[in-house]
């Protein structure tokens, strides 16, 4: 199973960017799946997640201003980020919690990709 990442880059304060995460593999059921990011000497913290019924849940600093959805029909799940500031610049990384049969759940992590806001 792996995760791969797309959609990172350079944009502008105020300006909006699409991440997308598609998991492949061998897969039985994707259950929670989320979207973390790190900044340069700070700790990984989760931005959003979103659970195989549709739940939602953002971190507060980016409440009003991400979106997180799914296709599970696709394996895929994106985050839409409006009005965004450098503070949001980090390494963003897809998280998924993936059933590979039915008893065996793994936490499987993508490669991350950069989002850089300038001022």
């Known amino acids: 199973v792996q995760l791969v990442e797309s959609g990172g880059g350079l944009v502008r304060a105020r300006g909006s960017l699409k991440l997308s995460c598609a998991a492949s593999g061998s897969i039985f059921r994707i259950n929670d799946m989320g979207w973390y990011r790190q900044a340069p000497g700070k700790q990984r913290e989760l931005v959003a997640q979103?659970?195989?019924?549709?739940?939602?849940n953002y971190a507060d600093s980016v409440k009003g201003r991400f979106t997180i959805s799914r296709d599970n029909g696709k394996n895929t799940v994106d985050l839409q980020m409006i009005s965004l500031k450098p503070a949001d610049t980090a390494v963003y990384s897809c998280n998924a919690f993936i059933q590979v049969n039915r008893t065996s759940e793994f936490a499987y992590w993508g490669q991350g990709t950069q989002v850089t806001v300038s001022s």
């Open positions: 979103i659970t195989s019924g549709g739940s939602t």
